[in-house]
C-alpha cells in the first residue's frame, strides 16, 4: 500500500469510436483533420476541405462496419478499464480519479479536463496514460498535443511512457493467447498471426519507433509465452493509396492459405480493447475471407478490455509516474514532467527492467 494524501487525476487516452451510426461521419472528420493524421506541403489550408471529402466518401462503408458489430463498444471498455484502474489504485492508497479523453469523439479531451476541474473531484495531480503501448505520432503523440492546447492548469502533470515492455502487460497479452488456443483441437500446430494497426511508411522514415516497438511486443510476447507455434506479424487497416507497413492481414492470410495451413489464430497487438479494428475488420472480415480462402479454423484473441492482470500493469505505470513525479525538483516549471513519448523515460525503465 503506497499512501498518497493528493488527490491524484488520472487521464486514459484512447481514439474513441462513433456512438451512433449518425456520429461515423463526423468522427471521422474528426479524425482526418487531426494534423498527426493528415500533414502535407499547405495542408493548414486544405486539411478541412480534405478531411470533409475523405469522410463523406468513407461514412457509408464505415457505418456498415460499426453496424455488423452493432456500434462501437470502445467507450464502454475503456470506461470499464478506468473504473477498474480506479478501484485498484484506491486499494493501494492512491485517492485516484480516473477519467477518459477520447482524441476523435466523445468524451473529447476537454470534456476529460472539465471532470478533473469539477468542484467535487478537483486534483492536486495528473497522470497522463495513453492506452497505446508502443508509441507513434499517430496516436499517443496525437492525444497528448491535444492535451497540451486543452490543458491551462498549473496542476503538476507527468506522462506514462509506452509500456510494450512492462512484464505485467506482457503477461496479460500472453494470457488471452493461451485462452485461444485452448480452443484448438492441437495448440501448439496452430500459426500465430500478430496484427497490428499499420501506418504510413512515411510516418516511420520520419523517426517514429512504432515499427520497432511493434517487433519487439511480438518478440516479447512469444519469449514469454514460451510456445513453439510457427508466428507472423502484419498490419492492418490501411487507408489510402500511400505505401503502408507491410504485410498486410489479407496477405498474411492468402500465405497461409498456400501453405494449406487450415487454422490460424490472430493476435491483435496493438490494440488494449475490443472495437471495430478487432471485431469489425478482424473477427468478422478476415474471418469471412479465411473461410473462402480454405481456412476452416479461425479464432481471434480477445481484447485486453479490463483484464485483471493488464489493470494490474496499468496500476503500475501510474504508480510509478507518481514516484518519478514527487522525486523531481520543486523548481521544474508546471507541466515540465510530461515525457516525450519518443525517449525511453526513466518512468519506463522504473517498470519494465
Known amino acids: 500500500m503506497v499512501g498518497i494524501s493528493r488527490r491524484v487525476g488520472v487521464v486514459l487516452f484512447q481514439l474513441g469510436g462513433p456512438d451512433s451510426l449518425a456520429a461515423v461521419e463526423p468522427f471521422l472528420y474528426n479524425l482526418f483533420c487531426d494534423p498527426d493524421i493528415i500533414d502535407f506541403p499547405f495542408s493548414r489550408l486544405g486539411r478541412r476541405a480534405l478531411a470533409r471529402l475523405i469522410s463523406k466518401t468513407r461514412a457509408k462503408k464505415a457505418a456498415q462496419h460499426y453496424a455488423a458489430i452493432g456500434g462501437s463498444p470502445i467507450r464502454r471498455f475503456t470506461e470499464q478499464q478506468a473504473s477498474a484502474l480506479e478501484t485498484r489504485l484506491m486499494r493501494d492508497g492512491v485517492d485516484a480519479r480516473c477519467v477518459v479523453a477520447m482524441r476523435y469523439w466523445h468524451p473529447f479531451t476537454a470534456e476529460a479536463i472539465a471532470q478533473l476541474q469539477n468542484e467535487d473531484a478537483e486534483v492536486d495531480q495528473v497522470v ?18 491535444e492535451w497540451r492546447r486543452q490543458w491551462k492548469s498549473e496542476v503538476p ?33 496452430v500459426p500465430l498471426v500478430f496484427s ?3 501506418v504510413p511508411v512515411s510516418v516511420i522514415e520520419k523517426g517514429d519507433p512504432y515499427q520497432r516497438h511493434i517487433e519487439e511486443t511480438v518478440s516479447l510476447v512469444m519469449e514469454h509465452g514460451g510456445w513453439s507455434n510457427d508466428h507472423r506479424l502484419c498490419y492492418q487497416s490501411k487507408v489510402g493509396a500511400s505505401r503502408w507497413l507491410e504485410p498486410s492481414l489479407h496477405q498474411n492470410l492468402r500465405q497461409l492459405a498456400s501453405e494449406k495451413r487450415r487454422e490460424v489464430c490472430i493476435v491483435p497487438i496493438s ?9 469489425g475488420e478482424i473477427d468478422h472480415h478476415a474471418r469471412q475471407e479465411a473461410r473462402l480462402l480454405g481456412i476452416e479454423r ?20 501510474v504508480l510509478a509516474a507518481i514516484t518519478l513525479s514527487a522525486n523531481l525538483s520543486a523548481n521544474d516549471e508546471p507541466g515540465a514532467e510530461i515525457q516525450d513519448q519518443e525517449r525511453e ?9
Open 128 to 145: 497522463l496514460l495513453p492506452l497505446y503501448p508502443q508509441y507513434s505520432s499517430t496516436t499517443t503523440g496525437s492525444s497528448l498535443n
Open 157 to 189: 502533470t507527468s506522462c506514462v511512457a509506452p509500456f510494450y515492455r512492462n512484464p505485467q502487460y506482457i503477461a496479460a497479452v500472453v494470457e488471452r493467447i493461451d485462452e485461444a488456443l485452448a480452443r484448438f483441437p492441437h495448440p501448439l500446430d
Open 196 to 198: 497490428a494497426h499499420g
Open 271 to 279: 490494440f488494449v480493447s475490443d472495437h471495430v479494428e478487432t471485431l
Open 298 to 317: 479461425f479464432e481471434m484473441t480477445r481484447g485486453l478490455n479490463d483484464s485483471p492482470k493488464f489493470i494490474q500493469a496499468l496500476a503500475a505505470l
Open 345 to 353: 523515460t526513466a518512468a519506463h525503465s522504473m517498470v519494465a527492467d
